[in-house]
């Protein structure tokens, strides 16, 4: 059971937003659907794109900072550590305000690119990074 309930089948939670859904279609873009907190398939899939020499780099965005989308940057950062793989903080929320900033922290220090506006940037090579 998740720690906090997010993202149930059904609910206007799970259900991407409409100039979201429209683009997802217009570019063919797979969803995955999990269980737990981090998907496999996801990773698996991506790192099959990745070692076909198809992929320049992972964006994630999503629910919840603290829980799902820092497994899965952690997950795909352990699978294809070379990559650059960024998290939009701008473009996520965690369950409270402190642990989205705690996430943002955990993923920054396993060099994982946080852009946005969450505070000073994290881009390779600034004085920050």
Not at 21 to 36: D, H, I, T
């Amino acid at each position: 059971m998740l720690p906090v309930p997010h993202c149930i089948a059904g609910t206007d939670g799970w259900r991407f937003p409409v100039e979201l859904e429209q683009l997802r279609q217009e570019r063919k873009a797979k969803v995955y659907e999990k269980s737990c907190f981090g998907s496999t398939r996801l990773m698996a899939d991506l790192k099959k794109i990745y070692d076909q020499k198809n992929l320049d780099s992972i964006e994630i965005v999503g629910l919840c900072t603290d829980i799902c989308v820092v497994s899965n940057a952690l997950m795909l950062k352990a699978a294809m550590p070379e990559l650059p793989i960024y998290v939009d903080a701008d473009c996520c929320a965690g369950v409270s305000p402190e642990k989205h900033e705690a996430a943002l922290s955990v993923m920054e220090s396993c060099q994982i690119i946080v852009k946005g506006g969450h505070r000073a940037q994290s881009e390779p090579g600034s004085q920050n990074g």
